[in-house]
């Protein structure tokens, strides 16, 4: 049983699959899970990794990932760049452009252990960063801190060949790349992180390519997103984001998710329940039924927010540094179930991997379509 000392005993050996079993693994396509604890308590990686890897039908070796949260407590108050880089001349250009514009108070390799099973990876760094005030101000001065941040991300991503920042938030990381989810974790060495707020995701890609970028989670500043399903309307998503400046490059659907989240919460502002009803919105049908007050706020939401709704089957994980997040589509065609054990949040896409974890829950129960499981750290906490 789980604990506030936060030890798991090994997990059974699985048991033989059928047929028809392997059949239904395949068609809700990936695994997702997350855990929170909401005062703040450390966990060590390894817990993430014995969930997610109880999901390895769910995943084909083509990603696998990570976020976590409170893992750079040395450097609270700086950006956290980890940048994959394809060749050394893309380190050289993109390190050009960080030094001009940001302080770099650290750079080194991303730890890493070198595994059979992952081949090829790419340049893994990270750079603990302070934007220079005075480039801010000449560049953008209509802009915040987080706004030249964000535009240095997506400077990076679409134009230095070869260079793509997969995580650039303060006291938290990404971590993905081609494999199954677990070796991507022991191939991090996330055994030897402790945060409050993990996140995992075991990959399935059905119409996007498996490369190093396109693992998930897509993170930006401090938003981090895994997700099961396909986005149809990434178009239309796409296309209503570039107008706000930011740009898709990592040719995943997911990585509008993460743009939207930033836009319409910390740019637009609004309150994160809304953000998530705006992209998750009830039918027009049911609008209708709503008392009138309610009503008058949905159509204002599907009216400004159209273009951000997402389309198509999807179940969501967002971590910030405020909480966890779990969301579904309005007709709920992809899973996601939810436990609790004392000051423990659990969301996956499988019961399974919550009782990997921890066997004895208080309460498990499954989200309702379209209705955000919203869990947030205690105020002392955060």
């Not at 319409?264 to 008392?291: E, N, T």
């Amino acid at each position: 049983m789980m604990d506030e000392s936060h030890t798991w005993e090994d997990p059974p050996q699985a048991a033989g699959k059928g047929l028809s079993h392997s059949f239904q693994k395949d068609i809700s396509n990936c695994g997702m899970a997350g855990l929170i604890h909401k005062k703040g308590g450390r966990i060590g990686g390894e817990v993430i990794i014995k969930s997610i890897a109880s999901m390895k039908e769910r995943g084909n070796g083509l990603g696998g990932g990570f976020s976590a949260y409170g893992i750079y407590p040395e450097f609270p108050d700086l950006y956290a760049f980890h940048i994959m880089f394809e060749e050394a001349s893309s380190k050289r250009d993109a390190e050009s452009y960080l030094a001009e514009n940001y302080t770099i108070h650290k750079s080194e390799p991303i730890p890493i252990r070198p595994l059979k099973v992952i081949s090829s990876p790419p340049l893994l760094w990270r750079y603990f960063l302070e934007v220079k005030e005075e480039r801010m101000v000449y560049l953008f001065p209509e802009l915040d801190e987080r706004d030249f941040v964000m535009r240095s991300v997506m400077k990076i991503n679409s134009e230095i060949p070869g260079a793509y920042v997969f995580s650039s938030g303060k006291d938290m990381g990404g971590f993905k790349g081609v494999g199954y989810a677990e070796d991507i974790g022991h191939f991090f060495r996330l055994e030897e992180y402790e945060g409050y707020l993990w996140t995992a995701h075991q990959r399935f890609p059905t119409n996007t390519p498996g490369w190093w970028g396109g693992a998930h989670p897509f993170c930006l500043l401090d938003w981090s997103i895994v997700h099961n399903g396909e986005i149809s309307s990434y178009g239309i998503n796409k296309r209503y984001l570039e107008m706000f400046g930011y740009q898709c490059t990592l040719f995943t659907d997911t990585e509008v998710i993460a743009y939207l989240f930033d836009l319409l919460s910390r740019r637009h502002r609004l309150p994160l329940s809304l953000v998530c009803q705006a992209l998750a919105s009830p039918f027009w049908k049911d609008i209708d039924r709503l008392p009138e007050e309610d009503r008058s706020l949905y159509e204002a939401l599907r009216m400004i927010y159209g273009s951000a709704l997402l389309n198509g089957p999807f179940a969501v994980l967002v971590g910030h540094h405020r909480g966890l997040i779990g969301l579904t589509d309005r007709i709920k065609l992809r899973p996601l179930v939810a436990g609790i054990q004392g000051d423990f949040v659990f969301m996956a896409s499988e019961e399974a991997a919550i009782r990997e974890i921890s066997p004895s829950l208080e309460k498990v129960w499954s989200l309702k379509a379209g209705e955000p499981l919203m869990v947030e750290l205690e105020a002392q906490a955060c």
